[in-house]
């Protein structure tokens, strides 16, 4: 079964990190393109980050920019956002998601999502 | 970069038909082959429903269908069914090398 399964959110301080793990299986983890997404609490969602297959190519939003830092591991399939000086706005429920096809396009698998409170 | 554009909620009633609107630029939706569309239950991760403009993923009701025509996607739902009362979202690819979501539309079915 194609899974993913994403960990590592809670509740931290502004001006604090954490950071979120995403373990993947069912599928060759290194084929595929893996992005974050986040959904504050009753809003929409917004892509955070992709992370390309070759090249080790990484893609930010403007939002996290210079604050947050995308990374893999493919020998552990496993797929890491790095967040730091997280903001009270850093706050949602954070899913990471494998490319359908291309780099930055449609997500055909998610995790159930870890939730990240910043207060 | 602004949200796409998504109507806050649409409805219908079993077995009609309703289109979601979903409205870009030409940096992103009129640009790009690249815009998907996403169903989400309450307190669910999203779907994917469609890709890159019109395909449908396995699995995935042939009731639903994209399209596309110059800045604005669209997706429309045929033989609404209870079960499709959800959030949808679309995205888009950006010239920025960015992915931009929609605000969301909420589907009631009457």
């Known amino acids: 079964e194609v899974q993913l399964l994403e960990s590592g959110g809670g509740l931290e301080q502004p001006g604090g990190s954490l950071r979120l793990s995403c373990a993947a299986s069912?599928?060759?983890?290194?084929?595929?393109?893996m992005s974050w997404v986040r959904q504050a609490p009753g809003k929409g969602l917004e892509w955070v980050s992709t992370?390309?297959?070759?090249?080790?190519?990484?893609y930010y939003a403007d939002s996290v920019k210079g604050r947050f830092t995308v990374s893999r591991d493919n020998s552990k399939n496993t797929l890491y956002l790095q967040m730091n000086s997280l903001r009270a706005d850093d706050t949602a429920v954070y899913y990471c998601?494998?490319?359908?096809?291309?780099?930055?396009?449609?997500?055909?698998?998610w995790g159930q999502g870890t939730s990240v409170t910043v207060s | 970069q602004s949200a796409l554009t998504q109507p806050a909620s649409v409805s219908g009633s079993p077995g009609q038909s309703i289109t979601i609107s979903c409205t870009g630029t030409s940096s992103d939706v009129g640009g790009y082959n690249y815009v998907s569309w996403y169903q989400q239950h309450p307190g669910k991760a999203p779907k994917l429903m469609i890709y890159?403009?019109?395909n449908r993923p396995s699995g995935v009701s042939n009731r639903f269908s994209g399209s596309k025509s110059g800045n604005t996607a669209s997706l429309t739902i045929s033989g609404l069914q209870a079960e499709d009362e959800a959030d949808y979202y679309c995205?888009?690819?950006?010239?920025?090398?960015?992915?931009?979501f929609g605000g969301g539309t909420k589907l009631t079915v009457l």
């Open positions: 992370f390309s297959v070759s090249g080790g190519i990484t």
């Open positions: 069912g599928f060759t983890f290194s084929s595929y393109a």
């Open positions: 998601a494998k490319a359908k096809r291309v780099t930055i396009g449609g997500m055909d698998v």
């Open positions: 995205s888009s690819y950006t010239s920025s090398s960015t992915l931009i």
């Open positions: 890159e403009v019109s």
